[in-house]
T-cell receptor, first 115, second 112 residues
Framework: DQQVKQNSPSLSVQEGRISILNCDYT??????FLWYKKYPAEGPTFLIS?????DKNEDGRFTVFLNKSAKHLSLHIVPSQPGDSAVYFC??????????????FGQGTILTVHP | DADVTQTPRNRITKTGKRIMLECSQT?????MYWYRQDPGLGLRLIYY???????NKGEISDGYSVSRQAQAKFSLSLESAIPNQTALYFC???????????FGQGTRLTVV
């Protein structure tokens, strides 16, 4: 039972354009969402997060949008840069229930930004 | 120095062997986690611990065991390694509440 899903295994964009990475979830107890970035031979690093009480959080070139009714979130990167090429993981956590205290991850999306 | 350190970084072992992966952290976090990454499956939780006396199974704990030797140390053991345990393993730490987890650099394990 995949509670967090990233349905696009890969995404390719041109430098300077917008990258949009999508994530869907099924567990209504999730109340905190995170995006992680992973380069080869390194561990995942935290990028940006959003609480369920918000619908948008922005940090520089990165913006995360949350649509609770659709159980959907997205990460926008504008403008995209070649150094953004990495695997992006969506993750979620809950204040209660069986998902309490742990992060549940999606399958990841490989982003490639072409110069 | 890294805040979350995993050893070894790479390991090749034979089927049936016992192997231990170690994780130590200097962040002072109570909570520690072991994940494995497989292509197309993302990061899946193996075991987690909220403090030294607390151990919990994750979604894929079969074939694994853990030990929380101290607040800063959390080790993962494969009692009898099998080829489908070939994967990238990550240790992570976090504090209580809605906070991010910090990951180690990973251990690439190959079981032949």
């Amino acid at each position: 039972d995949q509670q967090v899903k990233q349905n696009s295994p890969s995404l390719s964009v041109q430098e300077g354009r917008i990258s949009i990475l999508n994530c869907d979830y099924t567990n209504s107890m999730f109340d905190y969402f995170l995006w992680y970035k992973k380069y080869p031979a390194e561990g995942p690093t935290f990028l940006i997060s959003i609480s369920s009480i918000k619908d948008k959080n922005e940090d520089g070139r990165f913006t995360v949008f949350l649509n609770k009714s659709a159980k959907h979130l997205s990460l926008h990167i504008v403008p995209s840069q070649p150094g953004d090429s990495a695997v992006y993981f969506c993750a979620a956590s809950a204040r209660g229930g069986t998902s309490y205290g742990k992060l549940t991850f999606g399958q990841g999306t490989i982003l490639t930004v072409h110069p | 120095d890294a805040d979350v350190t995993q050893t070894p970084r790479n390991r090749i072992t034979k089927t049936g062997k016992r192997i231990m992966l170690e994780c130590s952290q200097t962040k002072g976090h109570d909570r520690m986690y072991w994940y494995r990454q497989d292509p197309g499956l993302g990061l899946r939780l193996i075991y987690y611990s909220f403090d030294v006396k607390d151990i919990n199974k994750g979604e894929i704990s079969d074939g694994y065991s853990v030990s929380r030797q101290a607040q800063a140390k959390f080790s993962l053991s494969l009692e009898s390694a099998i080829p489908n345990q070939t994967a990238l393993y990550f240790c992570a730490t976090k504090t209580e509440g809605n906070t991010e987890a910090f990951f180690g650099q990973g251990t690439r394990l190959t079981v032949v």
